[in-house]
């Protein structure tokens, strides 16, 4: 199959008459002026519209264009290196082309009323194991620099995390986060969850919050805040899209990499106000289903605003859980209400 044409040279008009034939390993082109064959390959064709006519770009870089419209099957009959190049490119991949559809929706999609509607959908993606490796690479950073062995007694311990643990059965989860205590002189009186867990108690905290009812809602309102996922949902509405998209791509180290830098100032600026409520009304109702009143959790949190009064600074349960009388009000409206006292 021989066709004939011009062909140009680069970046000008010059052209001879040349012969481009499809052979079983290629296309060779011969041109009038020149006795021998030349081996090439079509980069590019453009379509054969209305009379225009086509121009193959080929691998020297001159351009070919057909006195006629190429023949039936002339450029299927082998797929040119542009057409395997492209069929290879991983931007083509249907992985690929979906994220990028994505891609476009979530800027359509992301105001402000959308997005915490996006990142949640996006939480869904990040599977437990990741979520578990990010809290895991989170604690170890507090352990090495913030906390020490607690000084509470064995038994102590043993009590407290066999009453949270029960907490955790009555929920039915299926991988309870581990409770942990010890010492942390530079953050005081606090407890916080890690993503997936585990859930950190201070030394300090116990002692201010003094009996283990009102401890054990402490630690209900931050398995809360591990059984709802809400570091990962509040990383995700931090972090935007950027970091769903190298959650969906990257290579697994490098997210727990990123999404561990956010889990550590999440320590520092604490839970939204959202997801504060949204634990404090997990504890008060999980308190309930396990036969408790919220009024322990309501004694807990005025005893830790009293340890905190005369300055309510960094290091204190209400740097990362802030508007104490804003929740302690809740709760109580809560108590109240013959739904919400589900002391059953
Ligand atoms: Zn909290």
């Not at 959908?121 to 490796?133: D, F, G, H, K, R």
């Not at 643990?165 to 929920?171: G, S, T």
């Not at 969906?248 to 997210?255: H, M, R």
Request: glycine share 6%; proline share 6%.
């Amino acid at each position: 199959m021989i066709v004939d044409g011009y062909l140009y040279d680069r970046a000008s008009s010059n052209r001879v008459t040349a012969h481009l034939s499809s052979r079983q390993n290629g296309y060779v082109l011969t041109t009038d002026g020149d006795s021998f064959e030349t081996t090439i390959d079509i980069v590019s064709a453009s379509p054969f519209i209305n009379g225009i006519p086509q121009r193959l770009v080929i691998s020297t870089g001159q351009t070919f264009v057909p006195f006629d419209e190429l023949p039936e099957g002339f450029l299927k009959a082998k797929p040119t290196r542009f057409w395997r190049a492209l069929s290879k490119a991983e931007r083509f991949s249907p992985r690929n082309v979906i994220i990028c559809i994505a891609l476009l929706a979530g800027v359509v999609l992301s105001t402000r009323a959308a997005l915490p509607t996006l990142a949640d959908a996006a939480a869904n993606l990040v599977p437990a194991s990741l979520e578990a490796a990010v809290g895991q690479s989170t604690f170890e950073y507090f352990e090495r620099w913030l906390l020490e062995p607690s000084d509470l007694s064995p038994a102590r311990r043993a009590a407290l995390r066999s009453a949270a643990e029960a907490l955790a059965d009555l929920r039915g989860m299926p991988e309870p986060p581990a409770v942990v205590f010890r010492n942390a002189p530079k953050i005081g009186a606090n407890a916080f969850a890690f993503p997936g867990g585990p859930i950190v108690v201070t030394d300090r905290l116990v002692d201010v919050v003094g009996s283990d009812d009102r401890i054990l809602a402490v630690m209900a309102h931050e398995l809360g805040h591990v059984e709802e996922r809400h570091a990962v949902r509040q990383i995700l509405r931090a972090a935007g899209l950027l970091i769903l998209f190298s959650t969906i791509l990257g290579a697994d180290e490098v997210v727990v990499e990123e999404l561990s830098a956010f889990a550590l100032s999440l320590g520092t600026s604490g839970y939204s106000r959202e997801f504060e409520s949204a634990a404090d009304d997990y504890a008060v109702r999980l308190l309930g289903d396990a036969g408790h009143s919220p009024e322990a959790f309501i004694a807990a949190l005025e005893s830790l605003a009293a340890e905190c009064k005369p300055q309510c600074g960094e290091e204190s349960w209400f740097s990362t859980h802030p508007n104490i009388e804003t929740r302690i009000k809740a709760l109580r409206e809560f108590a109240r209400e013959p739904s919400g006292n589900t002391g059953r």
